[in-house]
């Protein structure tokens, strides 16, 4: 089965601080997402990934950036935490093919974050 | 901008009734389309796709339809069952990258 990992479940951070989320899959896939899940409205992309140093941005890619530098690990960084940045935060990662399901992305469990 | 919406932010149903879902679509450049449902406490979970080629796909329980002419898609859900509560989304794919747009999602709570 596909895995994608998220470094934590929970995480409380101060305003200002610098956040690193941190996110491992195991299924060599090249594409890899992040994004931020808010109470009616969705799940926004912040930023995605189709391959190792490579970088687009989302929907909502202010006060966020990333970092890919090997094709597993797909890291999200708030360089500067503000409490509207208080979410959930979802990874996840697809082939880049057109072949049914293949397309699939697959995603983490989550990391609540709360900035206080 | 394009956008991938849902028109029912809650749907409440019976145990053992039929659930529609509806969701609509902007970007008519769009080809790949899927369903995911998310329990509480989980990150979103394939349920069934469809491209655009198509304009229904089965699988158990759960039926998709695409109406390209209207840009809107349904998930329809058979012998809804208590284990079925979950928010799903529907979310479109495009170009090479694969990138998935959601839509808002639909809180699907099923009564005993």
């Known amino acids: 089965d596909v895995k994608v990992t998220q470094s934590s479940r929970y995480l409380v951070k101060r305003t200002g601080e610098k956040v690193f989320l941190e996110c491992v899959q195991d299924?060599?896939?090249?594409?890899m997402f992040w994004y931020r899940q808010d109470p009616g409205l969705g799940l926004r992309l912040i930023y995605f990934s189709y391959d190792v140093k490579m970088k687009e941005k989302g929907d909502i890619p202010e006060g966020y950036s990333v970092s890919r530098e090997k094709k597993e690990r797909f890291s999200l960084i708030l360089e500067s935490a503000s409490t509207n940045q208080t979410s959930m935060y979802l990874c996840?990662?697809?082939?880049?093919?057109?072949?049914?399901?293949?397309?699939?992305?697959?995603f983490g469990q989550g990391t609540r974050l709360t900035v206080v | 901008g394009e956008s991938v919406g849902l028109h029912l932010p809650t749907l409440s149903v019976q145990e053992g009734d039929n659930s529609i879902i509806n969701c609509a679509y902007s970007?008519?450049?769009?080809?790949?389309f899927i369903w995911y449902k998310q329990e509480s406490g989980k990150g979103p979970q394939f349920i069934i796709d469809i491209r655009s080629n198509m304009d229904k796909r089965q699988g158990q329980r759960v039926t998709v339809l695409l109406n390209k002419t209207v840009k809107h898609l349904s998930l329809q859900i058979a012998a809804t069952q208590p284990g079925d509560s979950a928010v799903y989304f529907c979310a479109e794919t495009r170009g090479a990258g694969n990138m998935l747009t959601f839509g808002g999602g639909t809180r699907l709570m099923v009564k005993p």
């Open positions: 996840a990662s697809s082939l880049t093919s057109y072949r049914d399901r293949d397309a699939e992305a697959f």
């Open positions: 299924m060599d896939h090249e594409n």
């Open positions: 970007n008519s450049a769009s080809d790949y």
